[in-house]
């Protein structure tokens, strides 16, 4: 089908059609230098940089509570050494915090359970670690008020924690005054959901409490003790609990997330290595054939090899340019094994399209003007999609999609070099007629007749020189073309898929309203992991006084840690105070207080007031989240529609990718909530990936339809299934086998990715295969920007279209004159076909006339006969008929139609419309140079399967 927005993709056509060539004339260097270049820059692990730091990476950068808490830094700094108040911190410093439980779910106010507390707080407070010879427990290290470490009041309660159980002292609520100390215990946020009485003046029972353990940072060496300190509570704990009869404790240090994500990492390596095992069994034995000569299992291999160098070369480059690492970013490489295997059974069934007849490079040049041009749409896509996610405020994301940008395009880079020279190495071996695996010369099945049953079932393949019947198509190709196509065309069953769709999209468009927003800490850990037992405890019973949050005046000059005055110390000009947050359901719900209060310091910005918690930088998360997952997706699926415009030359064909990409992001984003994934930071990389991997599909069969010679739509979607069926098929089971594992792996992070990427392929082939075919026939005639018509004079005279090769009249440019031995048939017309209709296709039945498609044809057959006679007898045909021809009577220009394109790739003298059945009967006299001279010569079309 031509079209008249196709320079682009005529060009670039051109431009791999060569490319393919040269690699196939030099497949050595295309497979040495990308295996050296690999090596060289994978070198580049050594500069890697690991960073696990959970603010730096999941909080959005210079955000509002970045800036509230400068502020405070500034004017309110931490003091460690004296006057440390924990509700008053700007930065979490190094501690652990123990929740101690009753056992029996009763009340921790009993003797036995409060003395086994008490016991435990001893224990936490012995624990001690070796700076450079030096011995340090936590007394001599801890966050100090005054010259006293800060202590757990409620502990204080030992003394009088029988009578409490006995009756004989009642607990006041929220304060109580020791009997005996006078001192004042306050019980929110240290005691767990009370139990109130007597107007909720009285505490009568509580079922856990919680102890904090605070280690001084004033300087670099107090740093450096409490960081040991704090790795040895977290190794320490898990004793402590075994000792332990009647309370259970859950705990959490300041570095818990963060070493909780690095802990992911090192479970991941060692399933990537099942992961290659798996893609490499998959990719062999879906490139087998029955043909044991045209099966590529070494193509499988080294398409999974490909994409290994290209990911490894990409990320050793990339360290090399500074950028850190993290633990995000092994999700990478298992969706970038889905892409190269993508590429690789896109450019393999590309291959298969060729004609058998033809050397390598003529087959190679074929493929890559075709396949190439579709992986380079695809790549591009997926690249834009990555770039657009490094602009997002979150460092992880940005990250993760420079890494894997780089790595999708060495993907594409190794696809058309390494794996094009691979491609075109198992082609010289099948043009030897040489086994896929043994590489030992064989006999065609037609010739193996005399040889063992073995041998013809493991041995036999490849073409015959006296039979050309043993060219085979993958039965796959041929059954989306057949069945698949036929069945597709039904009224009934576009009926019923357009139902299912819009049943999809409703149920989509439910989900999406159903959708939690925030990435929640916990999410970030192991499964089984102490910390997410301590987040649920703690969510459940201490959510009721959860934290304080500082407010401020930020003017003058700190004096005494909550008043600032002015520079001469005359007048009070600043103050900060806390506020208790109370009541708050989850700990996911931070970001609620602090716009609330935020709405509040908006009423009165005379004062300037800021407000600030150390979790109100995670909270930013929830706030931004949803705006920044909707602008990012957005600009990334218009930015995919402007590239499919460009480089897919029908602008109804890009509008329904774009149509498509909308569809898969509301599936997804949909279907999400049912399977209990959120909208967070690590679902927000997955949709923005998705938006490059939708595209795959639908870019594949929309270009193959635009490109396809069909005359119907039907015939087009048909000729589209047959090229692109079977990698979608492909692509989408592997990118699902390469990501599979995750799915096992006991974190939600890489769950999460697991279940993005199998939803995008699943939604992203059920599209390409199922809707889009509907829609593109039911919309086909919106396509047909350039729509073949019968000549003038043919369709006056009721002339039937039958297809015939054309030769260019150097003589008089812009006409075409008919093969000398075709000017008897008065009833043919000349224009393009497309050779894989069949000679009798399905116009000739419209017009009803089959005596001259039958005449041609056995007319054919006939000059066949005389060459093979004159062969026999030595002579040159192609003198004889050369004469012929530039003797031969042109038809009028009125009754000839240009061809869709011109096949020719070394003479401009060329054009070329085939038909079936002279197919075979051009190439072998093209070989034999019997009808080429300079100025004319047949040339096959790269649409023509037949031969």
């Known amino acids: 089908m031509g079209c008249e927005s196709d320079y682009l993709d005529r060009k670039l056509s051109e431009m791999f059609r060569r490319l393919g060539g040269f690699v196939a004339q030099h497949p050595s260097h295309f497979i040495i230098v990308p295996v050296l270049l690999a090596g060289l820059m994978s070198t580049g692990f050594q500069r890697l940089n690991h960073v696990s730091d959970m603010e730096y990476l999941f909080a959005p950068a210079n955000s509002p509570s970045h800036q509230d808490r400068d502020v405070f830094r500034a004017f309110f700094p931490v003091d460690t050494n004296g006057r440390f108040q924990p509700d008053r911190l700007t930065d979490p410093t190094?501690?652990?915090?123990?929740?101690?439980?009753?056992?029996d779910g009763g009340s921790i106010f009993r003797e036995r359970e409060f003395a086994e507390a008490v016991e435990l707080d001893a224990l936490v407070r012995n624990i001690s670690v070796d700076f450079f010879g030096e011995i340090r427990n936590y007394d001599t290290l801890c966050a100090l008020w005054r010259q006293d470490c800060f202590s757990n009041d409620v502990l204080k309660l030992r003394d009088v924690v029988g009578d409490v159980e006995s009756g004989a002292v009642n607990l006041t609520w929220p304060f109580f005054f020791h009997p005996d100390t006078f001192d004042t215990i306050i019980f929110p946020g240290f005691v767990g959901t009370p139990v109130l009485?007597?107007?909720?003046?009285?505490?009568?029972?509580?079922?856990?409490?919680?102890?904090?353990?605070?280690?001084?940072?004033?300087?670099?060496?107090?740093?450096?003790?409490?960081?040991?300190?704090?790795?040895?509570?977290r190794a320490e704990?898990?004793?402590?609990?075994?000792?332990?009869?009647?309370?259970?404790?859950?705990?959490?240090?300041?570095?818990?997330?963060?070493?909780?994500?690095?802990?992911?990492?090192?479970?991941?390596?060692?399933?990537?290595?099942?992961?290659?095992?798996?893609?490499?069994?998959?990719?062999?034995v879906t490139s087998m054939m029955r043909d044991w000569v045209q099966s590529k299992p070494v193509l499988g291999v080294v398409g999974v090899a490909s994409a290994c160098m290209a990911t490894a070369a990409a990320f050793g480059l990339i360290m090399y340019l500074g950028v850190e690492f993290t633990g995000l970013v092994m999700a990478s490489p298992f969706l970038m094994l889905g892409i190269g295997m993508d590429n690789t059974f896109v450019m393999l069934a590309g291959w298969r399209k060729t004609s058998i007849q033809d050397s390598v490079p003529t087959r190679l040049s074929h493929t890559y003007a075709e396949a190439a041009v579709s992986i380079t749409i695809t790549s591009l896509t997926n690249c834009l999609s990555f770039l657009i996610g490094i602009y997002t405020p979150f460092r992880a994301v940005q990250v993760f999609c420079m890494y894997t940008a780089l790595a999708v395009f060495m993907i594409y880079l190794y696809h058309i070099t390494f794996f094009g020279a691979w491609l075109a190495l198992t082609g010289y071996w099948e043009e030897e007629n040489r086994h896929c695996i043994t590489l030992k010369k064989v006999l065609p099945l037609t010739e193996a007749g005399d040889m063992s049953r073995s041998y013809q079932l493991f041995c036999a393949g490849g073409v015959s020189t006296m039979d050309k019947h043993?060219?085979?198509?993958?039965?796959?190709?041929?059954?989306?073309?057949?069945?698949?196509?036929?069945?597709?065309?039904?009224?009934?069953?576009?009926?019923?898929?357009?139902?299912?769709?819009?049943?999809?999209?409703?149920?989509?468009?439910?989900?999406?309203?159903?959708?939690?927003?925030?990435?929640?800490?916990?999410?970030?850990?192991?499964?089984?992991?102490?910390?997410?037992?301590?987040?649920?405890?703690?969510?459940?019973?201490?959510?009721?006084?959860?934290f304080r949050v500082m407010r401020g005046i930020p003017q003058g000059k700190n004096l005494w840690g909550n008043i600032t005055i002015n520079e001469d110390g005359t007048e009070i000009v600043a103050s900060r105070f806390v506020v208790q947050v109370i009541n708050l359901p989850d700990l996911n719900q931070v970001q609620k207080p602090m716009l609330a209060l935020r709405e509040i310091a908006k009423k009165y910005p005379q004062f300037h007031i800021v407000s600030?918690?150390?979790?109100?930088?995670?909270?930013?998360?929830?706030?931004?989240?949803?705006?920044?997952?909707?602008?990012?997706?957005?600009?990334?699926?218009?930015?995919?529609?402007?590239?499919?415009?460009?480089?897919?030359?029908?602008p109804m064909c890009a509008i329904w990718v774009g149509f498509s990409i909308i569809s898969i992001e509301v599936g997804i984003l949909g279907y999400m909530t049912f399977w209990e994934v959120s909208l967070d930071t690590i679902s927000m990389i997955c949709l923005i990936m998705c938006i490059g991997f939708s595209v795959d599909f639908s870019a594949h069969i929309s270009y193959s339809f635009m490109s396809s010679d069909g005359a119907t739509a039907e015939q087009k979607i048909a000729d589209a299934l047959e090229k692109v069926g079977l990698p979608i098929v492909q692509g989408s089971v592997s990118s699902i086998f390469g990501v599979i594992v995750l799915g096992f792996i006991p974190a939600y992070i890489y769950r999460t990715f697991f279940k993005t990427?199998?939803?995008?392929?699943?939604?992203?082939?059920?599209?390409?295969?199922?809707?889009?075919?509907?829609?593109?026939?039911?919309?086909?005639?919106?396509?047909?920007?350039?729509?073949?018509?019968?000549?003038?004079?043919?369709?006056?005279?009721?002339?039937?279209?039958?297809?015939?090769?054309?030769?260019?009249?150097?003589?008089?440019?812009?006409?075409?004159?008919?093969?000398?031995?075709?000017?008897?048939?008065?009833?043919?017309?000349?224009?393009?076909?497309?050779?894989?209709?069949?000679?009798?296709?399905?116009?000739?039945?419209?017009?009803?006339?089959?005596?001259?498609?039958?005449?041609?044809?056995?007319?054919?057959?006939?000059?066949?006969?005389e060459l093979r006679k004159q062969q026999a007898g030595g002579k040159r045909f192609g003198n004889k008929n050369k004469a012929a021809l530039q003797h031969s009577p042109s038809?009028?220009?009125?009754?000839?139609?240009?061809?869709?394109?011109?096949?020719?790739?070394?003479?401009?003298?060329?054009?070329?419309?085939?038909?079936?059945?002279?197919?075979?009967?051009?190439?072998?006299?093209?070989?034999?140079?019997?009808?080429?001279?300079?100025?004319?010569?047949?040339?096959?079309?790269?649409?023509?399967?037949?031969?």
């Open 891 to 947: 038809t009028s220009e009125s009754s000839l139609a240009a061809p869709r394109r011109v096949s020719a790739v070394s003479a401009a003298s060329t054009a070329s419309v085939v038909t079936p059945g002279l197919g075979k009967y051009l190439a072998d006299r093209r070989r034999e140079s019997a009808l080429t001279h300079e100025s004319v010569s047949y040339v096959r079309d790269p649409y023509d399967s037949y031969y």
């Open 197 to 233: 009485a007597d107007e909720e003046s009285l505490m009568v029972s509580s079922p856990a409490i919680n102890l904090y353990y605070f280690a001084a940072m004033d300087s670099a060496i107090s740093r450096k003790r409490a960081d040991l300190w704090e790795d040895k509570f």
């Open 470 to 546: 043993d060219m085979t198509n993958h039965a796959l190709m041929s059954f989306f073309k057949n069945q698949m196509a036929k069945f597709l065309c039904i009224p009934a069953i576009k009926a019923l898929i357009i139902m299912i769709f819009l049943a999809y999209l409703a149920v989509g468009g439910w989900g999406i309203t159903q959708l939690n927003e925030g990435l929640q800490a916990k999410r970030l850990s192991m499964d089984g992991s102490y910390y997410i037992d301590y987040f649920d405890k703690s969510s459940e019973y201490f959510h009721g006084f959860p």
């Open 94 to 103: 190094r501690f652990g915090q123990v929740l101690v439980f009753a056992k």
């Open 237 to 284: 704990m898990p004793k402590i609990k075994e000792k332990l009869k009647f309370v259970d404790v859950y705990w959490y240090s300041s570095l818990t997330n963060d070493t909780e994500l690095v802990s992911t990492i090192l479970v991941v390596i060692p399933y990537f290595a099942i992961t290659v095992i798996v893609m490499i069994a998959f990719s062999v």
């Open 612 to 650: 600030y918690h150390p979790q109100y930088v995670f909270a930013e998360n929830f706030v931004l989240v949803r705006g920044t997952t909707l602008q990012t997706v957005t600009l990334a699926a218009v930015l995919m529609l402007v590239v499919a415009l460009i480089m897919i030359p029908a």
């Open 757 to 865: 990427v199998f939803m995008v392929m699943l939604f992203g082939a059920l599209h390409g295969l199922l809707l889009l075919p509907v829609l593109l026939t039911i919309f086909g005639n919106l396509f047909e920007s350039n729509k073949r018509k019968p000549s003038t004079a043919a369709a006056s005279a009721g002339t039937p279209e039958v297809f015939v090769p054309a030769l260019w009249n150097p003589g008089k440019p812009g006409q075409h004159q008919l093969p000398h031995h075709l000017h008897q048939f008065p009833r043919v017309s000349l224009t393009s076909y497309n050779s894989n209709q069949g000679l009798a296709g399905p116009h000739l039945d419209e017009f009803g006339e089959w005596r001259s498609a039958r005449r041609i044809h056995q007319h054919v057959q006939k000059q066949q006969e």
